[in-house]
């Protein structure tokens, strides 16, 4: 039976086994409607409450200001929505990095459909956000800028901090996808100076379908979801219990030992990175300092991304080429395009990003791994057969 190498945390994680416990004890258990004024009602409410404490404490927030989501681009969507209605301009104007997650540059898009300027602050050759072009376009005014934590793909981190300081001195709210940070990166809303931040429970080891939204308390904000008045009236629907117990296991352990797990996640990204490179015609995408540990996306000269995590995918090695929700798209990552790459290399792009799970030996296994895929797809190019 083949083992099975999963380098694929940034697209998910594995749920904990103190998650899978708590969210089968919470569906037989907490099985009551948490608006319900009964004791089946009140011991759901009691859960979802303990679990947005903990949720609030992983990203530093008061709880009052922790939305329960079904995730990450619902609470994306949800705020470039509330930013478009709160717009008193009439003109709503949307920022954002030309490297974010599809769900803010399609909810952009769509915010442009119904009248709305968008502007994408371009990055350079290693995805860091040109901050110059960034406060140019806040001084002409903005309803919302909105630039991620670290970026899925090549795992380069934005600059919050001095985003969130020019957007404050132009009164501008902020939002953030923080989706990879939790676990990885100490999240403390107060202290960056956020005003809307997003995460997924699935991204650190929680189940998913369920996320969180911070909206800091003052901030203009206009609910998405209609109906009856769950989530202190900001986001309608039953809870979804089980899946929030889950969240709040998962965060409260991701809120500690983050210093002894980012070692762990950099010196295994370390090893692996100096063992791809030593492979011909390889190179590390988005090399430059400020990345989040764990991830490391390369390309491959000559061979493309998604033949190699194929290939490596028939050995139990889990990979994924560019972004694993666009995985299925033709055509390379937008991520790489924004830094100016050319086709070939977005073409052969393949990302490896791991997670504090991860061993030495799973390093060693999956460079042989990835050798293998290589050597043979190179020997399968016919050029390369005719010594061309």
Partial sequence: MTRTIYFDANATTRPLPEVVEAVTRALRDAWGNPSSLHGEGAAARECVESARTRVAALIGARTTEVIFTSGATESV??????????DRTGRPRILHSAVEHECVIEAAAAARSEGA????????GE??????????????????????WSNNETGTLLPVRAVAEACRARGVPLHVDATQAPG?????????????????????????GVGALYVRRGARFRKWMHGAPH?????AGTENVPGIVGMGVAAERAASGIAERRAVMASLAEELERGLLAIEGVVVNGRGDGRMPGTVNVSFHGIEGASVVLTAAREGLCLSAGSACSAAQFGGSHVLEAMGMR???????????????????????????????????????????RGN
């Fill in 77 to 86: 969507n949800t705020v470039i929505r509330s930013a478009v209605a709160a």
């Fill in 117 to 124: 300027e968008i502007v994408s602050i371009p990055v350079d």
């Fill in 127 to 148: 995805g860091r956000l040109d901050l110059d072009v960034l406060r140019s376009e806040l001084d002409r005014g903005a309803s919302l800028c909105s630039v991620m």
């Fill in 184 to 208: 990885k990166d100490v999240v403390a809303v107060e202290d960056v100076g956020v005003d809307f931040l997003s995460i997924s429970a699935h991204k650190f080891h929680g189940p998913k």
């Fill in 231 to 235: 989530e202190g009236g900001r986001r």
């Fill in 343 to 385: 086709f070939e290399r977005l073409l052969g792009a393949v990302r490896y990003s791991l997670s504090a799970e991860n061993t030495r030996d799973e390093v060693g296994i999956a460079l042989d791994v990835t050798r293998r895929a290589v050597a043979k797809l190179r020997e399968m190019d016919p050029a390369r057969r």
